[in-house]
């Protein structure tokens, strides 16, 4: 099984630092080579057990997609994960708070490294805020669902059920008005104690994406419903699944790439490492799809969104207490094994038996 699905992660990841470990040895010494080498798998380390939530959730839309999307996703989606936030958005958000092109913000990450993580920890408020404000908006959608089957967190659940319910015998439970009152009056407030409107403004634009990705995802859904038999295998079988997963995986990275400059400040190694992370969730998302998993364990869902909620309050939370990064960590993986714990005991074994 670990060959089956964790085999090429395993082969990048050695690639990957050992092409630094050997790069570092040949221009500074052993004693760095063996320092970056720590920083690498610190980093791939922190980047999965912060992302179990997110491949639990990719393994719940899998299934949605047809065999060219699922391959877009697995091929095209780890590009752009890896590339596009892992690398590019670091350079990105410096380039924009230090009033740089992207050329001289790479150079500058090249150059000094922790002149370049100074400027991105600069830029907390505003990722935070839109980082946050969609992931909490995404929690609450699934959480105020009328119809949800499984409730694990009772206390919280179901009252938000209950909330979901009251709010469509009302007609207005599309229009999503109370979660968007919450994440945006929690963002106010902390806005306020700040004394600025950076970290209000970007939780504004969080929400308006995630009512934009999920009117995207709507609308492409009934698309590839209705040409599920098209030839035109780009707008069948996926595509609104694949952007409404791309842009979930942008939002869990946000805080994780700022976080590693802690550990190092040299960009091409919080890439690679971030890099090798992120395959091994694409794998883990795989396993979890294929293996059934999602079925056999009633409460997994429920647990990667808990640990989604978990996340964004980490977001908020951090602008006005300073938080350690395992934390996430500790809080996403207990969420996880805690939700599978709580599946298992709840299984009868006739079902245990049927399952099998």
């Not at 939530?53 to 393994?59: I, L, Y």
């Not at 091409?268 to 794998?283: K, N, P, Y």
């Not at 964004?312 to 395992?326: C, E, N």
């Not at 714990?341 to 245990?352: K, L, Q």
Request: hydrophobic fraction near 55%.
């Amino acid at each position: 099984m670990i060959k089956k699905y964790f085999g090429f992660a395993i082969v990048m990841a050695v690639v990957v630092y050992a092409a630094m470990f050997i790069d570092v040895f040949l221009t500074v010494g052993l004693a760095a080579a063996f320092t970056v080498l720590y920083q690498a798998l610190s980093l791939s380390a922190v980047e999965v057990s912060v992302s179990f939530d997110n491949a639990a959730v990719n393994a719940t839309h899998l299934p949605k997609m047809n065999a060219f999307w699922r391959k877009m996703f697995l091929t095209v989606g780890i590009a752009i994960a890896v590339i596009g936030m892992r690398f590019y958005l670091p350079l990105q958000i410096v380039s924009y708070i230090g009033n740089l092109s992207i050329v001289d913000s790479y150079h500058l990450a090249v150059s000094d490294g922790a002149a370049f993580g100074k400027i991105l920890a600069d830029a907390s408020a505003t990722v935070a805020g839109f980082g946050g404000a969609f992931l909490l908006m995404t929690a609450l959608a699934f959480f105020v669902q009328s119809e949800k089957e499984a409730n694990w967190v009772t206390w919280l659940e179901v009252p938000l059920q209950k909330w979901a319910q009251l709010t469509e015998s009302a007609g207005i439970n599309k229009a999503r008005l109370g979660e968007a009152v919450i994440t945006l009056g929690l963002a106010y407030l902390i806005s306020a104690h700040q004394g600025t409107h950076e970290f209000l403004f970007a939780a504004i634009a969080g929400t308006v994406v995630f009512y934009a990705v999920d009117i995207l995802k709507t609308a492409f859904e009934a698309i590839d419903e209705k040409l599920s038999t098209s030839k035109a295998k780009w707008i069948a079988g996926g595509l609104g699944t694949f952007i409404y997963l791309e842009i979930l995986d942008a939002s869990f990275s946000f805080d994780g790439v700022i976080a590693a400059f802690a550990l190092s400040d040299n960009l091409w190694v919080i890439a690679g490492a971030l890099g090798v992370g992120a395959l091994f969730v694409r794998s883990l998302t795989v396993l979890l799809d294929e293996t059934g998993a999602m079925k056999t364990y009633e409460f997994l869902e429920n647990g990667a969104f808990v640990a989604i909620l978990l996340l964004a309050a980490s977001m908020y939370i951090g602008q006005l207490l300073h938080l350690p990064h395992w934390i996430v960590a500790v809080t996403s993986i207990a969420s996880i094994l805690g939700a599978v714990y709580c599946s298992i005991r709840h299984t009868t074994p006739e079902e245990a038996e049927a399952a099998a």
